[in-house]
């Protein structure tokens, strides 16, 4: 695992100006095209809500995102891989410190297969303490002939088919606030405070059955110790492995609360959206003349950019003319999500475009999102030999270009749900009634994507094989 650098400590505690950031164009935006805006029931409430969220704390720092950049940079040149992973939508309820520790923990395990196996340094990344608003196709939900607001997500509206539940709350966008804050305490104290700790690899893996993932797992960690203890005896000071570093991520969806959380850097007065490091801008608000697009070009954050099937290269080329005209190392991150059956043919037109213009992103694939089909008992799933398909896919076209297949953005959870039918110990659509929670899409069990971190290490470490 990377240690910080004494000047990445130092810059990590950058303050931010009190207040929401001033800068000029900020607020562009809103003259703008938006899609997937909510509709604020009571704008008195979404006034005081705004004005409450430009004067909290920050959430993330400066210094923090400056760091992240340095590391997706790498990624981008082939020292490095990203693995971003959490929930399809965080909910209130579910950021307890029993299930915020499950998937930190998930998280490290694969990043500590990935950085073991594949002997490559892991940028990790959750999409976690703001992943709670949503995309809808459709504006609206029919049930039994009653139609109302679709659900968007804990910091728009609820999930119960209810009059008052959908009702779109801005003061929901403050509780999604606190609850981000709440939840980041705890991945530090987690990452920074000795949970994180490679000494530790086997504990992560206490109290869960056996099955292949967790076989060779276990088998990794006492390949990890033997190194440990060698390196011990050589007198290496291990307090580096005690911390690692772990960033926040999620889809940029909701302006209002991007926009409140905006700061300017106290060291040079740029913009920082400080609701997370990380941002993406997902398949169905990248419009380049739309308000999405134009606000996150505006702020220092790395960026990332959802690509489905329907990409063409004009649109990836004025994307990036948009949001990295200086084309700074780090800044600017694709996400593929193309789907199993296409993504040979898609993605290698894309892919050499962009390498013709001569730009170098960061290249994710985000196997989950193209690959969502409806199970016989009506659940939505997908098969987890699809979604390790569309990695093979990624690495497939990848590695013929010349490029290089940068990470992987996974929706995951720590918790043993049965909600992607496969993998190696077995789930069918038997299991869903019972341990099926997700709110909107189905996410990899623990199980699954310890799975998925041993293949990909193959992947990684012999380009010959497939994922």
Same mark, same amino acid.
């Given at each position: 695992?990377?240690?910080?650098?004494?000047?990445?400590?130092?810059?990590?505690?950058?303050?931010?100006?009190?207040?929401?950031?001033?800068?000029?164009?900020?607020?562009?935006?809103?003259?703008?095209?938006?899609?997937?805006?909510?509709?604020?029931?009571?704008?008195?409430?979404?006034?005081?809500?705004?004005?409450?969220?430009?004067?909290?704390?920050?959430?993330?720092?400066?210094?923090?995102?400056?760091?992240?950049?340095?590391?997706?940079?790498?990624?981008?040149?082939?020292?490095?891989?990203?693995?971003?992973?959490?929930?399809?939508?965080?909910?209130?309820?579910?950021? *307890?410190?029993?299930?915020?520790?499950?998937?930190?923990? *998930?998280?490290?395990?694969?990043?500590?297969?990935?950085?073991?196996?594949?002997?490559?340094?892991?940028?990790?990344?959750?999409?976690?303490?703001?992943?709670?608003?949503?995309?809808?196709?459709?504006?609206?939900?029919?049930?039994?002939?009653?139609?109302?607001?679709?659900?968007?997500?804990?910091?728009?509206?609820?999930?119960?088919? *209810?009059?008052?539940?959908?009702?779109?709350?801005?003061?929901?966008?403050?509780?999604?606030?606190?609850?981000?804050?709440?939840?980041?305490?705890?991945?530090?104290?987690?990452?920074?405070?000795?949970?994180?700790?490679?000494?530790?690899?086997?504990?992560?893996?206490?109290?869960?059955?056996?099955?292949?993932?967790?076989?060779?797992?276990?088998?990794?960690?006492?390949?990890?110790?033997?190194?440990?203890?060698?390196?011990?005896?050589?007198?290496?000071?291990?307090?580096?492995?005690?911390?690692?570093?772990?960033?926040?991520?999620?889809?940029?969806?909701?302006?209002?609360?991007?926009?409140?959380?905006?700061?300017?850097?106290?060291?040079?007065?740029?913009?920082?959206? *400080?609701?997370?490091?990380?941002?993406?801008?997902?398949?169905?608000?990248?419009?380049?003349?739309?308000?999405?697009?134009?606000?996150?070009?505006?702020?220092?954050?790395?960026?990332?950019?959802?690509?489905?099937?329907?990409?063409?290269?004009?649109?990836?080329?004025?994307?990036?003319?948009?949001?990295?005209?200086?084309?700074?190392?780090?800044?600017?991150?694709?996400?593929?999500?193309?789907?199993?059956?296409?993504?040979?043919?898609?993605?290698?037109?894309?892919?050499?475009?962009?390498?013709?213009?001569?730009?170098?992103?960061?290249?994710?694939?985000?196997?989950?999102?193209?690959?969502?089909?409806?199970?016989?008992?009506?659940?939505?799933?997908?098969?987890?030999?699809?979604?390790?398909?569309?990695?093979?896919?990624?690495?497939?076209?990848?590695?013929?270009?010349?490029?290089?297949?940068?990470?992987?953005?996974?929706?995951?959870?720590?918790?043993?749900?049965?909600?992607?039918?496969?993998?190696?110990?077995?789930?069918?659509?038997?299991?869903?009634?019972?341990?099926?929670?997700?709110?909107?899409?189905?996410?990899?069990?623990?199980?699954?994507?310890?799975?998925?971190?041993?293949?990909?290490?193959?992947?990684?470490?012999?380009?010959?094989?497939?994922?």
């Amino acid at each position: 695992m990377t240690a910080h650098s004494r000047d990445e400590i130092l810059a990590f505690g950058t303050a931010t100006s009190e207040g929401a950031a001033t800068t000029a164009g900020l607020d562009h935006w809103r003259s703008l095209p938006i899609s997937q805006a909510p509709q604020w029931a009571d704008q008195e409430d979404y006034k005081a809500a705004v004005a409450e969220l430009s004067q909290v704390p920050p959430l993330v720092f400066a210094g923090e995102v400056d760091v992240l950049r340095t590391r997706l940079a790498e990624a981008a040149r082939g020292e490095a891989f990203v693995l971003q992973g959490g929930d399809c939508a965080e909910t209130f309820a579910g950021s *307890t410190a029993n299930r915020i520790s499950a998937r930190v923990k *998930t998280i490290l395990q694969m990043a500590a297969v990935l950085t073991y196996g594949a002997s490559v340094p892991v940028v990790k990344m959750g999409r976690i303490a703001g992943q709670f608003a949503k995309p809808r196709s459709s504006d609206t939900e029919t049930r039994d002939g009653v139609t109302l607001p679709s659900f968007r997500g804990e910091i728009v509206n609820g999930y119960e088919f *209810t009059e008052e539940a959908r009702r779109h709350d801005a003061r929901r966008m403050v509780q999604a606030y606190h609850t981000s804050s709440s939840t980041l305490n705890l991945v530090r104290a987690f990452t920074q405070g000795g949970f994180a700790d490679l000494r530790s690899v086997h504990a992560w893996n206490q109290g869960f059955l056996a099955n292949p993932a967790y076989a060779k797992y276990e088998e990794m960690a006492a390949e990890i110790d033997r190194a440990v203890r060698f390196m011990g005896a050589a007198g290496v000071d291990f307090e580096a492995m005690r911390r690692t570093e772990f960033y926040s991520a999620h889809e940029a969806l909701l302006l209002d609360y991007e926009r409140a959380l905006t700061r300017e850097d106290s060291r040079t007065g740029n913009p920082y959206a *400080t609701s997370a490091h990380f941002l993406w801008i997902g398949e169905r608000t990248r419009q380049v003349d739309g308000a999405h697009v134009d606000f996150l070009s505006r702020v220092r954050n790395p960026i990332g950019v959802k690509l489905g099937p329907s990409t063409k290269v004009d649109d990836v080329l004025a994307l990036a003319e948009k949001i990295d005209p200086t084309r700074e190392p780090g800044r600017l991150t694709f996400i593929t999500r193309m789907g199993a059956g296409v993504i040979r043919d898609v993605l290698p037109d894309i892919v050499s475009g962009v390498k013709d213009a001569g730009l170098e992103p960061v290249w994710v694939t985000d196997p989950m999102h193209g690959n969502t089909v409806t199970a016989k008992n009506g659940y939505k799933t997908r098969r987890f030999e699809d979604v390790m398909d569309e990695v093979a896919g990624f690495f497939d076209v990848h590695r013929e270009l010349g490029t290089h297949p940068g990470g992987m953005h996974v929706e995951l959870t720590g918790d043993d749900v049965a909600e992607c039918l496969g993998g190696a110990n077995l789930v069918d659509e038997s299991a869903f009634e019972e341990h099926y929670e997700s709110l909107c899409d189905p996410r990899l069990n623990h199980e699954q994507s310890l799975e998925m971190a041993f293949l990909v290490t193959e992947a990684l470490t012999h380009p010959d094989r497939r994922a």
